[in-house]
Structures are given as C-alpha cells and as structure tokens.
C-alpha cells in the first residue's frame, strides 16, 4: 500500500517541481521569498498538536525541530538551484543526491544496511549524477553553481527524511508528523530579518502590477496544495514502509517531470519551456533511466 502512496505523491512532487521553476523563473519570485511562504504556511500546523489533544515527543522534540528547519532550508536551497539552471537537471540530480545521502545517514543513525546489489545501485545513481551535471543551456554549459546548491539541498533533504523516520519509529503518525513539519514554520520567522522578504509585503498602486500579483499568489496556492497533498502522502508512506525504498522510488518523479516538460516545451511553450538539444536529450533520457535502474537496485 505504501508504494501506491508513493506512487500518487511523486507525480504530485513532479508537478510541484515545473511550478517552483515557473515560479522562481517566468513569475520573477526570488527564492527567498519563495521560501518564506513555503515555510511560514506550515506554521499554523502546529496548533493542531493542540487541537486534538496528541501527545507530544518528549525528550524526541528536538529531533522533530531538526526535521522541520532542514526541510526549510532543503527548499530554500532548491530554489537557489532551479533558480540557477533548468529543472530537468537540477530535479533529478538533486534526487540522486538526496538518496546517496539518506542511505549514508540512515546507515549510520537507523542500522539499515547496504547490500551488494544496493552497492551497484550507488554507483549507477553517481553515474547518473555525472551525466546530468552536463547542461546545456543557453545560460550554462556543463556544471554550474545551481548544481552545488542541489548537492546541500540533497543533504538537508536526507537530514529531513532520517531524523523523521526516526522519530515515526517510536511515535505515532499524526504527532510526529505535525511536530516535524510544523517547525518549519520556525525558519520563515527567522526569514523576516531578510530585507527581501520584508519587502514583498509592500503593496503596489499600479493596477497592472496587481493583477501580476495576484496570479502570482494563484499559482503559487495552487503549488503549496499540491506539495502539502504529496508531503502527506510521502510522509505516510515512509511511516508505514522503509525509508529508503520510498525515496528510492523518486526516480518516478523525474521520469514523469521530464515527459511533462518536454510536452509544455513542445505544445505549451509559453507556458513553460526549455532549451533541449538532441544530444542533451539522450544524455538526460540516459541519466533518468539509470536513477530509475539505480532507485529499483535499493528495493531488491
């Protein structure tokens, strides 16, 4: 049940993925910003905790804390990056990364073990990370600053998913997951020393300049529902199944990210478009399949 899960989270995440380009990119939203909202809408979850009455973490509150901040600035740090170079590189490079380095935390704090064929999965997803690391673009060609935002976004990401299932280990689902997802909101607060962020609270008196703004707020609305119906999905399944076979089944993601790409591109350009060369194409096809091959190698 927890692959289904998985499964409908993912195409969600793909989806959420074009819009946080869309977003950063054509609608002119810096990734501070960005940020900020994405953190501080998750502030009000933890009224929840209240609400109905759930047990708290006990000594475990501060792992739940580590979770929410490092989901923070995992996001924070993939803007950076989708902000930098195209989505279809930085989303499945970013993805490699991130199941590296679960497995690398998840070994080592959780006792989950590698096994051989694991080990083939490693190195075919670090093929993987090499082939697209090569962008061509009209702003970039090969690897750029984007890509090392991705590698700390991975991490920070990893940070995220290992400290919560941690915590999904020795608590019920629902106390946990409004603990360690509601602390994120914490990080928008600290945000607000950002003169950035303060500024986008400043309202305009040009009509035209209104009804940019509130698109803007439409589209990005609609993102965070998407992203809150596929965290939740996401988070249960690791709860109910292995941690790393769920974030090794991203690779789903990235298959789905790069198919509705390449549509919008070629019927919808106004829409969303990137620049794709023949060659780039097959190299990036190439990549995605072995993260997918390398994502299956971790549930053997």
Known sequence: MYLFFSAIGYFCLALVSILDKFIVSNQKSKPAVYAFYTAIVMLPILFLQFYFGFPFLNNDWFWGLISGISFGLAMWTLFLAVAEGEASHIGPFSGAILTLFTYLLSSTFLGEKLSNIQILGVITLSVACLLLAFEKSKQHSGFHRGFIWAIISGLFFAVSLVSIKYLYLHYQFWPTFIWARGTTGFLGVLMLALPSVRKSFKKTKNQEQKTKQEKK????????????????????????????????????????????????????????????????MVMEILAIILIIIGSALFIV
């Open 217 to 280: 707020i439409f589209v990005i609305l609609s993102n965070k529902v998407l992203s809150v119906v596929a965290t939740v999905l996401l988070q249960y399944a690791t709860a109910i199944g292995s941690v790393i076979i769920v974030n090794a089944l991203g690779g789903l993601q990235y298959a789905l990210m790069f198919l509705l790409i390449y549509l919008s591109t070629k019927f919808f350009p106004k829409f969303f478009k990137e620049y794709f060369t023949k060659r780039e």
